[in-house]
């Protein structure tokens, strides 16, 4: 059974700084990309960056490009989302996905994925 385990979320002033992690695990971990997906109140899920399984593909949303940096440790079957300067604009929950197919560069598209975490709430403060 494969679960998939966001932490790190909370409240932070506009301008801060928060790292999500997402463990995986019942997946072989290191042969599949992953995705950090957000959903604001009253919004669509969107795509924030993907990071394909040896972490040398990697893809921001044009929102998050220069503020966010997606990272993994396939020793640890975790992949981190680093988000600085944030705005009030970024408050949402954010969602870790693991893409449906082996050896893939990531996407943007969430039918794309086919495990993905409960959420960890991200509230930035103005």
């Known amino acids: 059974q494969v679960r998939v385990v966001e932490s790190g979320g909370g409240l932070v002033q506009a301008g801060g700084s928060l790292r999500l992690s997402c463990a995986v695990s019942g997946r072989t971990f290191s042969t599949y990309a992953m995705g950090w997906f957000r959903q604001a109140p009253g919004k669509e899920r969107e795509f924030a960056a993907s990071?394909?399984?040896?972490?040398?593909?990697?893809n921001y949303a044009d929102s998050v490009k220069g503020r966010f940096t997606i990272s993994r440790d396939n020793a640890k079957n975790t992949v981190y989302l680093q988000m600085g300067s944030l705005k009030p604009e970024d408050t949402a929950v954010y969602y870790c996905?693991?893409?449906?197919?082996?050896?893939?560069?990531?996407?943007?598209?969430?039918?794309?994925?086919?495990?993905w975490g409960q959420g960890t709430q991200v509230t930035v403060s103005s």
């Open positions: 990071i394909n399984y040896r972490g040398e593909r990697i």
């Open positions: 996905a693991v893409a449906r197919s082996k050896f893939t560069s990531g996407s943007t598209r969430g039918i794309e994925y086919d495990y």
